[in-house]
Nanobody, 115 residues
Framework: QVQLVESGGGLVQAGGSLRLSCAAS????????MGWYRQAPGPRRELVAR???????NYADSVKGRFTISRDNAKNTVYLQMNNLKPEDTAVYYC?????????WGQGTQVTVSS
């Protein structure tokens, strides 16, 4: 089992910045990738950014150049630095911990960007 706890969401004006954190606990040795997804009102949850244990990253086209994912292995924490936020970034952001055969999710943190 893997537990994920997110923090750092909030309300920010367009052009502002936020940093999300996700702390992992439990069977962290089995995690091979962590990432961030978001879900605006509606059923679809979309990839924002993902990072493997080897440090390989990938980003949604809509956030490239604005968002940066990083991880601190000593703290078992992954971060999402979000700069130049836009109203369309408004969503609930979920942390993902991927182990072979299963994805674990955090409870989500709300990010709201006002215009």
């Amino acid at each position: 089992q893997v537990q994920l706890v997110e923090s750092g969401g909030g309300l920010v004006q367009a052009g502002g910045s936020l940093r999300l954190s996700c702390a992992a606990s439990g069977s962290i040795f089995s995690i091979n990738a962590m990432g961030w997804y978001r879900q605006a009102p509606g059923p679809r949850r979309e990839l924002v950014a993902r990072i493997t244990t080897g440090g390989t990253t990938n980003y949604a086209d809509s956030v490239k150049g604005r968002f940066t994912i990083s991880r601190d292995n000593a703290k078992n924490t992954v971060y999402l630095q979000m700069n130049n936020l836009k109203p369309e970034d408004t969503a609930v952001y979920y942390c993902l911990g991927a182990v072979p055969g299963r994805d674990y999710w955090g409870q989500g943190t709300q990010v709201t960007v006002s215009s």
